[in-house]
């Protein structure tokens, strides 16, 4: 069993949260690459009876959202609001299902943010200072990051102002950008002095030497941040020229960037959280009684592990807070092979393009989750993901449980009597520790590929024991099988409903087995016979070739259309 599994369940809550989305766009099937696992890993640890947290919400400030909002002819809070709600509707049809979904525009944010900052003045971690920025004479205005683009120093690729997104990756400072432009008229910048406030991220180098080494989660996050912090780090400016976002204290000129209000919404959505709850979410984020602090855990794409592996870590030392127990991050997401694009058409839209097309979210739930490790890229292909519905939820899954339930139903209408083979018991405590030891290790498509693997057990296990046969010969002994079968159908709830909830809620409840019953510590209790059993539905209908064909139809002219307008 994993070393880790020794402090689950435990009196100490975790608090488990989402890299914030960005409230300047719909959903889109990258995005829930880190937002699916996360619900089953929190889903996982509520079946071991621990106390767990979920958090997340809309990231509401920042300079693309300014762009859009001004190209639309509406306010920045519009916009935040418009996709906000979008967000919470669309997480829910999923069974994303937060414990608290904020936004960062909420005034919880703005206070809590503000309190923090003023901790690191007084501290003596944040100071004023000249820089220079581009600033536009045909706008008459300083350009915050995305109003700028330029050459990157590193690589010498395009640049846009606080990011090389098209070359080397690096995160630019203001003022770092060789040959800058204006991206509202097009013109030439030129650099000006212009006075902001920065974080003394070099003063933390050594603290995040030390934390880096002691952080839970996984690899490519730590390593990617260890290389950062073997290198010199640099102190960070944590203002803006911008109106919209949370006010530095004592100016009305300048915002705080909102790579530090941003985090701090998880400290605010527990706030929020707490208030309605009656809880203290001090617990969570200042406790300092070291056998009561919580476990911290945060879900990230890839892209953003800079930001939460030291930036944020470093904002809540110095701030006197408590620390990110573990960082998981997600490998980037593909669309048949090919760089995800937004603007090339390389794209699935959540809501227009699954659920809105009749898709159950549990497939694409399964799908995210069990087609690689969580730390590589994901290809997306809706040929794959046919491919994986009908041969493995459909051809193993489903059939064994249907064939399974039809069976006793017809003809005994409970779950019958007799005893479960010892065979069935020992490969069922198997693959849970191994389930739960991946789960631990957020190996999830491991943890999957073990439960499915009980699922083909007992498909085995049925065609070797004939019980349709049998129930002629040896009623009995078929109805030990089958009560067998049935204990493998238990097994399998508890194993795939943090994975595919409504679905393994509708096996549940057609078997009259509480929520009580399917958890982990229920897995290897026989279960019950006499309770009485539903008739059996099909439970996951096959996907057709003309769905399918209707999908990349979809994608087909969506690229056309792309390609048509990239080269206007």
């Not at 005893?419 to 789960?439: C, T």
């Amino acid at each position: 069993m994993n070393e880790k599994i020794k402090n689950f369940p435990s009196d100490d809550p975790v608090i488990v949260t989402c890299g914030l989305p960005y409230a300047n766009g719909a959903c889109h099937i990258g995005h829930l690459r880190s937002y699916v696992p996360a619900d089953i890993f929190v889903r996982f640890l509520r079946k071991l009876g621990q106390k767990t947290l979920f958090i997340c919400g809309s990231d509401a400030h920042g300079t693309p959202i300014v762009i859009n909002a001004n190209e639309l002819g509406i306010e920045p809070k519009e916009l935040v609001q418009r996709y906000h709600k979008h967000f919470k509707k669309v997480f829910g049809e999923m069974e994303i299902i937060f414990d608290r979904y904020g936004s960062t525009d909420d005034q919880t944010n703005h206070e809590r943010t503000k309190e923090i900052v003023k901790t690191l003045i007084d501290g003596g971690y944040i100071y004023e200072k000249s820089t220079a920025l581009a600033y536009c004479k045909n706008c008459k205005m300083f350009l915050p990051d995305r109003y700028v683009e330029g050459i990157c120093p590193s690589c010498g690729m395009r640049a846009r102002g606080d990011e090389c997104d098209q070359g080397c990756g690096r995160y630019l400072q203001p003022g770092d950008l060789l040959d800058p432009v204006c991206t509202i008229c097009g013109g030439k910048a030129e650099y000006k002095d212009r006075e902001h406030y920065f974080f003394k991220l070099s003063k933390m180098q050594d603290f995040l030497k030390g934390y880096l080494n002691d952080l839970d989660g996984t690899d490519n996050a730590i390593n990617y941040a260890r290389e950062w912090v073997s290198k010199e780090l640099k102190d960070w400016c944590i203002t803006r020229d911008l109106d919209w976002g949370v006010k530095f204290p004592g100016r009305d000129d300048l915002v705080v960037y909102v790579w530090v209000d941003a985090p701090i919404g998880y400290i605010a959505f527990t706030e929020e959280w707490a208030r309605g709850n009656g809880e203290d979410w001090e617990v969570y984020w200042r406790c300092k009684d070291n056998d009561k602090r919580a476990k911290i855990i945060h879900f990230i794409g890839m892209d953003i592990t800079y930001h939460h592996c030291i930036l944020w870590p470093a904002l809540l030392k110095a701030a006197d807070y408590n620390l990110p127990s573990a960082v998981i991050a997600s490998g980037m997401v593909k669309i048949d092979n090919k760089t995800f694009s937004k603007s090339r058409g390389y794209v699935i839209w959540l809501e227009e393009d699954y659920l809105k097309k009749g898709f159950h979210p549990d497939l694409l739930r399964y799908y995210l989750s069990s087609y690689t490790s969580h730390t590589k890229e994901l290809n997306f292909s809706w040929d794959v993901f046919q491919e994986k519905i009908n041969n493995e939820l459909i051809a193993s899954l489903g059939n064994f449980i249907y064939r399974t339930l039809l069976l006793t139903y017809k003809n005994f209408g409970v779950i019958p009597e007799g005893r479960v083979d010892e065979e069935i018991i020992k490969k069922i405590g198997e693959v849970e520790n191994n389930y739960i030891d991946a789960m631990m290790n957020y190996e999830f498509k491991k943890a999957i590929d073990g439960a499915m693997s009980l699922s083909a057990f007992g498909n085995v296990y049925f065609q070797s024991k004939e019980p349709w046969k049998l129930i002629k010969e040896d009623r009995k002994a078929s109805s030990s099988v089958l009560k067998g079968c049935i204990q493998i159908i238990k097994a399998l709830i508890i194993l795939l409903e943090p994975v595919m909830p409504r679905k393994m809620e509708e096996v549940r409840e057609s078997i009259h087995l509480s929520a009580e019953e399917t958890s982990f510590e229920n897995a290897l209790v026989e279960i019950e016979s006499g309770i009485e059993i539903d008739k059996p539905k099909i439970l996951f209908e096959k996907i057709e070739d003309e769905k399918i064909a209707e999908m990349k139809n979809i994608l087909d002219e969506r690229l056309r259309v792309a390609e048509k307008r990239c080269n206007i």
